[in-house]
């Protein structure tokens, strides 16, 4: 069973003067890997007179790249979608053995595929406080 959701966006910049925008990059538009399925979708951007390139980002997320002819007091993007949302299990997945028992490492083909996104900062002393209270007592990891 599933249920139509609408959904409408508004973002409305007024300017007391004329002022000229610089490209702007605009990423109100559903990802094309998303599980959900997109019924309808439509940007509106005002000023009218614009040129409008549709890009992809380097994880795939649409992009629309906007350049303005002329000065404007107004920039309006306006985003209106409707979506079908069907009822998805949130535990309906599976671990892969190696990664069944907190903590664990992911192997090495993995990790270099996951490299951007394992880098962090050193952690503040509120943070630091934080994860010394965390057990590292292995277990399994949906018990996490």
Known sequence: ???????????HYKYDRLVTLG?????????????TQILSYSLKIEPLDHFINWQQDPFANYQARLVFAKPTREFKVTVDMVVDMVVLNPFDFFLEPEAEEFPFKYQ?????????????????????????????????????
Do not use: C, G
């Open 23 to 35: 490209p702007q990059i605009v990423r109100l538009r559903p990802a094309p890997h998303s599980r």
């Open 1 to 11: 069973m599933s249920i139509h959701v609408a959904l409408s966006h508004i973002t």
């Open 108 to 144: 090495s083909a993995m990790q270099k595929e996951l490299a951007p996104y394992l880098v962090t900062e050193p952690a503040t002393p509120l943070l630091q406080a934080y994860l010394d209270k965390i057990d590292l007592t292995p277990r399994r990891t949906n018990d996490f």
